[in-house]
């Protein structure tokens, strides 16, 4: 008898076309760079008053937080969703067509978008304009999923709101790049943190969490409230509409019960008994910054109350986008990669360094808006991002352009 001949190896398009996760984390993480690289040299220029360095034609921290809000992180979250959701919801495989689409279109529109960033705005609306299609058409695909499926989650339905509410963000500050007010532009600021990510996030979490943990600590009890997305919805869209109607000394009515519900659940999920292995352990290590994160807006909201002027700035801000965000971007892909490609679930040293490196950046970043020179500290944060990423980049772009490990598909 013959033997089987091996199948033969795919190409780079084919590998990339092989699982959801491959071209949307692959983008993502070169994102992740691309982000950072200009934000570093716009704040050196600032500090160093750079006259030849081309400015943006928008505010440079509204195109910050905009290209990261619906540029960089959803295309980690569809590439995560979109391997998830039909698992979720016992559905067959989104087809290729579907997310090579969504990867190609949203991160064309990133890089566009980076690029009108140097003095074009033209080419800045065009970015955005395509970013936007791209991320409607995540949004359609993982609809079709959730609408064709005969029993439906309440986690499916979380994400998916999140995702259609933070639709409006890139669309409103596309209207900003035509004229409109700048209230427009704000309006995608602090609908992109807390309308889109912390409520997708936290259902993430929610799910994800207590199941890995489950997964492989003896006698773990897994909690997962049934009652605790559902209040933690309005608690969040009572946070943006007061921050949007510029009522910072109400927000620790909301901010206050929103930090008791994540640290409630950061206790009630066990991290003393999930402490190893690292893969599992860094999952809890990420989502105590999120409880932290809300006690500090909450204590910062009080102080204003008081009638005492702010005093951590944006430091709570950023122990959630940071602390919370990065981390636990960090500690989910490489959850996600490791599973995906038939590797050992462990974290390995160079996630681990990433993830080390990245809790220095919250504390470098958190400490610069109580020092003096705050554009020196600003700098050094944002290059300690770059130093930690850029090792676990370069890993996740290999992995994501290679067979799995088992040499089964996917």
């Known amino acids: 008898m013959r033997a089987c001949a091996s199948p033969a190896p795919l190409s780079t398009a084919g590998l990339l076309a092989a699982a959801p996760h491959r071209p949307l984390f692959l983008a993502g993480a070169l994102a992740v760079l691309t982000s950072m690289a200009w934000w570093t040299l716009e704040l050196a220029s600032l500090r160093l008053r750079w006259p030849a360095w081309p400015q943006p034609p928008v505010p440079p921290g509204w195109a910050h937080a905009v290209l990261i809000q619906y540029g960089m992180l959803p295309m980690f979250v569809f590439g995560f969703l979109l391997t998830t959701f039909p698992r979720w919801l016992d559905r067959p495989p989104v087809p290729p067509r579907r997310y090579l689409a969504v990867a190609g279109t949203v991160f064309c529109g990133y890089l566009l978008s980076h690029l009108g960033l140097l003095g074009m705005p033209w080419l800045l609306r065009a970015g955005v304009a395509t970013m936007l299609a791209g991320y409607l058409a995540g949004v359609s695909a993982l609809a079709g999923v959730l609408r064709a499926a005969a029993r439906r989650n309440p986690h499916a339905w979380s994400c998916l709101a999140a995702l259609g509410l933070g639709a409006l963000g890139p669309a409103a500050f596309l209207g900003f790049l035509f004229g409109a007010p700048a209230g427009c532009a704000r309006l995608a600021v602090k609908l ?83 402490m190893r292995p690292g893969l599992l352990a860094v999952l809890h290590l990420a989502f105590a910054w999120l409880p932290v994160a809300f006690a500090l807006y909450a204590m910062q909201s009080l102080y204003l109350a008081l009638g005492h002027a702010p005093v951590l700035g944006l430091a709570p801000l950023h122990a959630l986008t ?20 038939g590797r050992p679930l462990q974290m390995g ?58 040499g089964r598909p996917g």
């Open 192 to 274: 992109g943190t807390f309308g889109l990510l912390v409520p997708v996030y936290f259902t993430v979490a929610h799910r994800m969490v207590p199941f890995f943990s489950g997964n492989v600590v003896a006698g773990y009890v897994v909690r997962r409230p049934a009652w605790s997305l559902p209040l933690a919805w309005p608690l969040l869209l009572a946070h943006l509409g007061l921050d949007l109607a510029h009522r910072p000394a109400w927000l620790w009515a909301v901010d206050a019960p929103l930090a008791l519900l994540f640290g409630g659940h950061a206790l009630a999920w066990q991290p003393w008994k999930a």
């Open 349 to 406: 040293a160079i996630p681990w360094l990433c993830f080390a490196l990245l809790q220095g950046v919250v504390l470098l970043r958190v400490w610069s808006e109580l020092a003096r020179d705050t554009y020196l500290w600003l700098v050094a944060a944002a290059c300690g991002w770059l130093v930690a990423f850029l090792p676990w980049v370069l890993r996740s772009a290999w992995i994501c352009l290679t067979p799995r490990a088992d």
């Open 322 to 341: 940071i602390g919370y965000f990065g981390s636990m971007l960090v500690a989910m892909v490489t959850r996600v990669t490791q599973g995906h490609s």
